[in-house]
């Protein structure tokens, strides 16, 4: 197998495998996994125990696959109230690896993995990266954060046991990520899209042509982006850029990725069965429909996570991808239930707001949200950056500018928004996760 693989001229890794499997036996597979799981989780954490023994639910209520719709949900809050280790379902002397996402309030949420939790792990990030294109031989700047942050490991053992190079470069210190990029050969890089935009616009200060350079593939993830940020990122940087998909309670990244076709996120389904269902009230959604993602991991034995609620919005896509992966798929994730805004009694989700500045000439794809509160109402101030070009130019071609922006924004947004246009290198750059919105509301109350 490994010597047909290393002569294969195509881009097929054999741990893509799971990727192909017949509908019939992968649904074998996950049930008998789920099966597998609840067990595990039953006989080992004590919450999801208590939880199962209020609904009169014993692991063998699960007979089919429909039968996950009566297993109760885990939630953010879950892993904050058994903070650090009440959700493990493997002592600790199995447990190899602990990783903690930064709360931006009060403690972090602790992850853990056995052995065979990052033999996993590492095989969802090679398919990740296989279904981007990337292969033996690709170079691989990783400024992912390394350290608790998920992100930044998680790339780095799939990369690696793909067969590519990878440069653990992590996050910061722009100026060497340029210098790196050039200096290396770098193929594929993978970081935030965020970040990615802030090293184009450095490089382009340096004097250094990123589209000239061997680079051809943007791995993105960890915060949403809409699709016009795509199409801005692949025209400014000569590459393709892939979203993928991930959250440290279930994994980290690797939970889907996109494929060439560049559309729909293919969820690794013999790990994590995707569900959706109505964001309020819980309640499973008939396929097709738009609601909230819950992913059970199948596979994870330090933490399984049954039916974690994602707070992501997406649609489920049972029809399979026409690259050829069976996997089913959901729309692009470009909100987050926890990012979502209400202003004056209307939701309203940043990317929305990024779509409508993308798609107006002039913009560039550098903006804020500032929410103030005056005299109990609430005010949404965006201010975005403009080219040199617009900002340079006499005062009426500005003046045209906010008129559009103005009006596309309240068409997007449903309310009156505040315009200010800034000149470039105004708004603060991501090292990480982009910071979109700064709410003062409760401030001035
Ligand atoms: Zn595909």
Same mark, same amino acid.
């Given at each position: 197998m490994k010597a047909n693989w290393e002569d294969a $001229? #195509? !881009?097929?890794? $054999?741990? *893509?495998a799971p990727d192909y499997v017949p509908v019939p036996l992968m649904q074998e597979l996950q049930l008998a996994r789920l099966q597998c799981i609840v067990r595990r989780a039953y006989a080992h954490v004590a919450l999801f125990r208590q939880r199962m023994d209020e609904r009169g =639910? @014993?692991? @063998?209520?699960?007979?089919? =696959? #429909? @039968?996950?719709?009566q297993l109760p949900f885990m939630v953010k809050a879950d892993l904050r109230d058994t903070y650090p280790f009440g959700l493990f379902a493997s002592p600790m002397h199995e447990v190899v690896r602990l990783h903690a996402s930064s709360g931006t309030t009060g403690k972090p949420i602790v992850v853990a993995y056995t052995q065979q939790d990052l033999d996993v792990w590492s095989s969802v990030m090679v398919r990740t990266f296989a279904a981007c294109g990337l292969t033996r031989g690709d170079i691989v700047q990783n400024a992912y954060g390394y350290g608790l942050f998920t992100g930044g490991l998680g790339a780095h053992y799939g990369a690696e046991v793909l067969g590519a190079t990878v440069i653990p470069i992590s996050g910061g210190n722009v100026d060497r990520q340029i210098m790196v990029m050039k200096d290396f050969g770098v193929t594929a890089i993978c970081c935030t899209p965020s970040y990615f935009l802030h090293l184009l616009e450095r490089a382009t200060e340096l004097g250094v042509d990123v589209r000239a350079l061997p680079l051809r593939a943007g791995v993105f993830g960890a915060e949403p982006w809409s699709e016009s940020m795509r199409r801005h990122i692949q025209t400014a940087g000569g590459i393709q850029a892939y979203d993928i998909y991930g959250l440290s309670e279930i994994i980290g990244p690797g939970a889907g990725a996109e494929c060439c076709r560049l559309a729909w996120l293919q969820i690794f389904e013999d790990c994590f069965y995707p569900e959706i269902v109505d964001p309020e009230t819980g309640r499973p959604l008939p396929a097709e429909s738009e609601g909230e993602l819950v992913l059970p991991t199948l596979s994870k034995h330090a933490m399984p996570m049954i039916r974690y609620r994602t707070r992501d919005i997406t649609t489920l896509i049972a029809e399979p991808c026409?690259?050829? %992966?069976?996997l089913r798929r959901v729309n692009r994730? *470009? !909100? %987050?239930s926890d990012d979502m805004l209400i202003i004056r009694g209307v939701n309203v989700f940043p990317s929305q707001v990024e779509s409508a500045l993308l798609a107006v000439e002039g913009t560039l794809p550098h903006y804020q949200i500032i929410l103030t509160r005056e005299k109990g109402l609430d005010e949404m101030e965006v201010q975005v950056e403009v080219t040199p070009e617009v900002f340079s130019d006499r005062v009426g071609a500005l003046e045209t500018l906010h008129h559009t922006l103005a009006r596309a924004l309240n068409q997007t947004v449903g309310i009156r928004v505040n315009v200010r246009l800034v000149a470039p290198h105004t708004i603060t750059r991501s090292e990480g996760k982009a910071r979109r919105v700064i709410d003062q509301r409760t401030l001035d109350r």
């Amino acid at each position: 197998m490994k010597a047909n693989w290393e002569d294969a $001229p #195509e !881009r097929f890794h $054999p741990a *893509s495998a799971p990727d192909y499997v017949p509908v019939p036996l992968m649904q074998e597979l996950q049930l008998a996994r789920l099966q597998c799981i609840v067990r595990r989780a039953y006989a080992h954490v004590a919450l999801f125990r208590q939880r199962m023994d209020e609904r009169g =639910l @014993d692991p @063998d209520a699960i007979k089919t =696959l #429909e @039968d996950v719709a009566q297993l109760p949900f885990m939630v953010k809050a879950d892993l904050r109230d058994t903070y650090p280790f009440g959700l493990f379902a493997s002592p600790m002397h199995e447990v190899v690896r602990l990783h903690a996402s930064s709360g931006t309030t009060g403690k972090p949420i602790v992850v853990a993995y056995t052995q065979q939790d990052l033999d996993v792990w590492s095989s969802v990030m090679v398919r990740t990266f296989a279904a981007c294109g990337l292969t033996r031989g690709d170079i691989v700047q990783n400024a992912y954060g390394y350290g608790l942050f998920t992100g930044g490991l998680g790339a780095h053992y799939g990369a690696e046991v793909l067969g590519a190079t990878v440069i653990p470069i992590s996050g910061g210190n722009v100026d060497r990520q340029i210098m790196v990029m050039k200096d290396f050969g770098v193929t594929a890089i993978c970081c935030t899209p965020s970040y990615f935009l802030h090293l184009l616009e450095r490089a382009t200060e340096l004097g250094v042509d990123v589209r000239a350079l061997p680079l051809r593939a943007g791995v993105f993830g960890a915060e949403p982006w809409s699709e016009s940020m795509r199409r801005h990122i692949q025209t400014a940087g000569g590459i393709q850029a892939y979203d993928i998909y991930g959250l440290s309670e279930i994994i980290g990244p690797g939970a889907g990725a996109e494929c060439c076709r560049l559309a729909w996120l293919q969820i690794f389904e013999d790990c994590f069965y995707p569900e959706i269902v109505d964001p309020e009230t819980g309640r499973p959604l008939p396929a097709e429909s738009e609601g909230e993602l819950v992913l059970p991991t199948l596979s994870k034995h330090a933490m399984p996570m049954i039916r974690y609620r994602t707070r992501d919005i997406t649609t489920l896509i049972a029809e399979p991808c026409p690259c050829g %992966r069976t996997l089913r798929r959901v729309n692009r994730i *470009s !909100r %987050r239930s926890d990012d979502m805004l209400i202003i004056r009694g209307v939701n309203v989700f940043p990317s929305q707001v990024e779509s409508a500045l993308l798609a107006v000439e002039g913009t560039l794809p550098h903006y804020q949200i500032i929410l103030t509160r005056e005299k109990g109402l609430d005010e949404m101030e965006v201010q975005v950056e403009v080219t040199p070009e617009v900002f340079s130019d006499r005062v009426g071609a500005l003046e045209t500018l906010h008129h559009t922006l103005a009006r596309a924004l309240n068409q997007t947004v449903g309310i009156r928004v505040n315009v200010r246009l800034v000149a470039p290198h105004t708004i603060t750059r991501s090292e990480g996760k982009a910071r979109r919105v700064i709410d003062q509301r409760t401030l001035d109350r």
